[in-house]
């Protein structure tokens, strides 16, 4: 069983709250800390299917609003692995999406999403430069495009759309 009381948040998420994520509308925020359990279970419920999945499955910690609020979550689907370890989602009143396999991933995932030269540009004017260099401290062996990132966790769960009632 899950419980955000008290989990700290991973320094590289920590590192991540300072670098404003805004491209084409879109904005992500990382939150201060996660999201409590007990605020998430009525809205999972409404976009869970029964018996697939509970609140306690996911440790939310961003949120984004594009038409409708979303939130990126680590989802705790490996038996006793580190949180950093746990594939990363956005779920919410949108579509549930898996963005990536680890929290490594999902590091290179934001880097390429969201800087509009992508991961092999190097200059520092660029819009999200810093998400590169966050991804390079903590996750170097892990580059990738987004794109990347997202068919390597498709591949590992291509069965994740299933725990949705609408997907």
Known sequence: MNSSDG???PEALRALADVPLELDGAGLRFLPGFLPVETTVPWIRDIVAPGRATAN???VFGETCVDEIDFTAFWLVRP???IVDQPVVSIGYGAPQLLAASFAD???FLADAFN???IDDR???SANYDLIRIAERFAADNRQTYTSAESRAAEEFPNFADLFVRS
């Open 106 to 108: 999902f590091l290179w």
């Open 57 to 59: 499955d996911f440790l």
């Open 123 to 125: 200059s520092e004017d």
């Open 7 to 9: 989990q700290p948040l």
């Open 80 to 82: 006793g692995a580190a």
């Open 116 to 118: 509009l030269r992508g």
